[in-house]
C-alpha cells in the first residue's frame, strides 16, 4: 500500500505547486497567501509518504483529498484535479491493501 499511495502523494505534490502558480494570476489572492497554504500542502504531501502506514496516515491522506477538492474554490480545475487524485487515493488504498494481503498470504505460504 506504500508505494501506491506514496506515489499519488508526489503526484499531488507537483499539481499542488501548478495550482498554486495559476492562483498566484488571481489579484484577490496575495502571493505570500498562496505559497503559505500551498507550501503546507506540498510538505504534507510529502510527509504523509512516510506515514502512510501508521496510525492515522490514511485519515490524513483523505483530509488532504479534501483539501484539494476544497481548492476549486480558488482554482476551478482543482475541483476536477481534486476528484481525480481522490479516486486515485481510494485505488491505491483500495488495491494497495489487497497487494499487502497477498504478500503476506504469500510469505505465510513460502515459510512452511
Known amino acids: 500500500m506504500r508505494t501506491l499511495c ?3 502523494l508526489i503526484g ?3 499539481v499542488i505547486g501548478f495550482a498554486a502558480l495559476v492562483a498566484m494570476k ?4 496575495s502571493t505570500g497567501t498562496v505559497w503559505t497554504v500551498s ?4 510538505l504534507l504531501s510529502i510527509l504523509l ?5 501508521r496510525p492515522g ?4 491522506g483523505w483530509a488532504l483529498q479534501i483539501a484539494l477538492i476544497a481548492s476549486g ?3 476551478p480545475t482543482m475541483f476536477f484535479m481534486g476528484a481525480v487524485f481522490a479516486a486515485l487515493w481510494w485505488a491505491s488504498v483500495h488495491y494497495g491493501r489487497k497487494i499487502d494481503e497477498a504478500k503476506a498470504r ?7
Do not use: H
Open 6 to 8: 506514496a506515489s499519488t
Open 12 to 14: 499531488e505534490f507537483f
Open 26 to 29: 488571481d489579484p484577490g489572492l
Open 39 to 42: 507550501g503546507i500542502a506540498m
Open 49 to 53: 509518504c512516510g506515514m502512510i502506514t
Open 57 to 60: 496516515g490514511v485519515q490524513l
Open 73 to 75: 474554490f480558488f482554482v
Open 106 to 112: 504469500f510469505a505465510a505460504e513460502g515459510s512452511r
